[in-house]
């Protein structure tokens, strides 16, 4: 007899968890165990069972000698495998059931757990157990031993790739009698088994998931949402093991990778980047129905933030709002989101009030009777642009919006004119496109205003089709300042074709160069000497100016 390597499987009921130990118990090198903890758990809570006295009088529910004697005792094979309930997870039990073996985690969605759950005893959500699963999860992540954990949906549609996976998790090598077993009882079930093993007894392996469910019972329906946040906090975190299962697409790489872990404000709290969500009754998602800014953050101010607001209110109001929230209110989100990720520079806010949830899905904004839904999204985020060496544009075919159709002065979310100019700009391998108007002049392009340098004399074309960007204005202050000459009239694409000096002007970019537009070279290809002068002029004016964000006070 030599010490056997365990392995702990933890679940909530009803999780195929049982199917799992008759996988494992197929295998030529593994014992099983059926819950061992499960008399232990039963003495110390007092939770009552149809076979409570007789488990208690046949099974060991002293924890220490569980845990030390049969746990982790001596074997006649290389790994054991021990099934747990999370809520078997008592207090007192012995620090070695985690800190030994391997851990395993296995979750299930509540909606398949709960219709069937009822059969024994009544569903509720210190039963379910998935808060415990979650609380285990950190500890042994707090211990180091970072558990992997695998869906049972997933075990259902590809079974062998999820085994495998799992096994190459676990360092042991996968077996193909791992994916079939005689149906019945089996000599390793717990005598709960006529309870609750009837379904699993008929298996001979793990079944594909029902093409449609059945009917989730209402009666249920508070316990589920209580129960999902901390299945879906697991499911996050599952083992991805194949292409043929629900998440084809790798996790792509962020192009700021400490935007992985922010916060952000959605409603009225402010919630973890992966609960940054709005209802799919937000007008937002029925109809693109908000208004938007964008602004940034240098050294500890919010650059242009009052202009900002000022633009955000007046689209609102174009837009028929009601319900929005005070200026000082949004001002506050903002403040309190900031400091809470600690941007105080080279951040950008997203910062957007929808119209707000419906009672019911539709167009009328008669629906909208919840209030207006505001989003404050920060990111550390540079200028987006190549503001060094420059940029290089093409002409979309996709025109600018008339205000005959929807007015440009007023910054909405509907925004599929520009992104089909932005695919335009995408398909030529170029950084954006510039959208004419009606008539063929230079309005703006997909996501910046535009100007030009012809002889010293500095253009940009009237705000009658684009908006008249924030940034924009502040540009042509500084080109006032600075003595150049400013003029602003409808300018055709042949002038930009042939101007000495191009930029763009946006918060995202700031004023970023232009060297190439539709293949023609821009003057002589590099940063013009105009256009270096305003962008150290606007350097210097974000440096100056800007709302001071309120410093973290810890009285």
């Keep these: 007899m030599e010490e056997v390597e365990v392995i702990h499987s933890w679940s909530a009921p009803r999780s195929l968890s049982t199917c799992l130990v008759y996988s494992f118990a197929q295998r030529e090198d593994m014992e099983v165990l059926d819950e061992p903890l499960y008399a232990t758990f039963l003495r110390l809570t007092g939770v009552n069972r149809p076979y409570r006295e007789e488990l208690l009088s046949k ?200 935007n992985k872990k922010l916060l952000a404000w959605v409603g009225d709290e402010i919630v973890p980047r992966d609960d940054a969500k ?28 009052e202009e900002h607001l000022d633009r955000l209110f007046d689209s609102a109001k174009a837009l028929a709002f009601i319900n929005v929230p005070s200026r000082e209110e949004v001002k506050q989100a903002i403040f309190r989101t900031l400091i809470r990720n600690g941007m105080m520079d080279n951040a950008h806010i997203r910062l957007t009030l929808t119209r707000g949830k419906k009672v019911t899905s539709g167009m009328s904004p008669a629906f909208n009777l919840y209030g207006c839904t505001l989003i404050v999204l920060p990111e550390w985020k540079p200028p987006v642009y190549d503001n060094a060496h420059g940029i290089t544009l093409v002409t979309a075919t996709t025109r600018r919006n008339s205000p ?41 392009t997909n996501a910046t205003n535009i100007f030009l340098v012809k002889k010293g004399r500095v253009l940009t074309p009237h705000a009658d089709y684009c908006l008249p960007g924030i940034t924009r204005a502040s540009v042509m202050e500084l080109v006032v300042k600075e003595k150049f000459i400013l003029e602003e009239r409808r300018i055709s694409l042949s002038e930009f074709h042939t101007a000495d000096e191009v930029w763009t002007t946006g918060t995202m970019g700031e004023l970023s160069p232009v060297v190439k537009l539709d293949g023609r070279i821009i003057g002589d290809g590099k940063v013009g000497r105009v256009t270096r002068r305003l962008q150290k002029a606007y350097k210097k004016l974000t440096e100056e100016s800007g709302v001071p964000i309120p410093t973290y006070n810890s009285n």
């Design 404 to 444: 005959n159709s929807l007015d440009s002065k007023i910054h909405h979310n509907n925004l599929l004119n520009n992104i089909l100019a932005k695919v335009e700009g995408n398909n030529a391998n170029a950084d954006d496109a510039i959208m004419l108007d009606k008539d063929g002049y230079i309005s703006e």
């Design 59 to 258: 099974m060991e529910s002293d924890g220490n000698k569980v845990v030390k004697e049969v746990i982790f005792g001596p074997g006649g094979k290389k790994y054991r495998f021990c099934k747990h309930m999370a809520k078997q997870h008592v207090p007192c039990l012995p620090d070695d059931l985690m800190k030994k073996g391997k851990h395993i985690i296995l979750i299930r969605n509540p909606l398949d757990i709960l219709p069937s759950f009822d059969k024994v005893v009544p569903p509720s959500f210190q039963e379910l157990g998935l808060a415990d699963l979650v609380s285990i999860y950190s500890e042994l992540c707090q211990l180091g031993k970072r558990p992997v954990i695998i869906d049972s949906d997933d075990l259902q549609r590809d079974p062998e790739a999820t085994l495998r996976g799992l096994c190459e998790d676990l360092d042991i090598p996968f077996q193909t009698a791992m994916l079939r077993w005689e149906a019945g009882p089996k000599p390793i079930d717990g005598l709960w088994a006529p309870w609750w093993y009837e379904s699993v007894h008929k298996s001979t392996g793990f079944s594909p998931p029902r093409e449609y469910p059945a009917p989730f019972p209402l009666s249920l329906y508070e316990l589920l949402e209580q129960s999902l946040p901390f299945y879906n906090m697991l499911r996050r975190r599952v083992r991805k093991t194949s292409s043929l299962l629900k998440t084809p697409l790798p996790e792509p790489d962020l192009p700021v990778p400490e």
């Design 278 to 305: 709005v209802s799919v009754f937000d007008s937002i998602v029925q109809g693109g129905d908000g208004v938007w800014e964008g602004l940034r953050v240098y050294n500890g101010k919010i650059f242009k933030l």
